[in-house]
């Protein structure tokens, strides 16, 4: 049973994570059809849609979307002063695995996610390691 005191801070909580999100700023929305299953921030996602929106609100997050699933993910902004002629989904692959690597924005900055605890298992058996572009759209 809930106490008065535990409902009084979920309730602050919640509206201290309401507050972020209106303060929070879509700047980017890409698309793209994945061919294949992979991971995204530690989660398997299914193969088909994926729609990817870049969020800053103090840090930049990357909402990832495919299927049912939705995962968030802080991303590592790429300060490379080579922008990308055209956005796109970077992934590695390993074997039949695909992890998603970054996002590369027409014009703009990109984005790389950090390297999850499986990606960096099979690196560490050596297993050869294939990137892999897939262009996207961007609204």
């Known amino acids: 049973m809930m ?14 994570g309401l507050t972020g999100l209106v303060n929070a700023q879509v700047s980017t929305l890409m698309k793209a059809q994945i061919p294949f299953d992979y991971v995204a921030n530690g989660k398997t996602m299914s193969k088909g ?8 609100n103090g840090s930049t997050f990357l909402t990832i979307r495919s299927g049912e699933r939705t995962v968030v993910a802080l991303s590592i902004v790429d300060g490379s002063p080579n922008t990308s ?9 390993y074997g039949n695995r695909y992890f998603l690597a970054g996002v590369k ?12 605890r499986h990606e960096n298992e099979l690196r560490a058996q050596n297993v050869r390691e294939e990137v892999l572009t897939l262009l996207a759209s961007a609204n």
């Open 49 to 56: 849609e994926c729609v990817i929106a870049v969020v800053t």
């Open 3 to 16: 106490t008065k005191k535990h409902a009084a801070t979920l309730l602050i909580l919640m509206l201290v």
């Open 105 to 116: 924005r027409a014009g703009a900055v990109g984005y790389s996610l950090p390297t999850s």
């Open 85 to 93: 002629k055209q956005t796109a989904l970077v992934f590695h692959r």
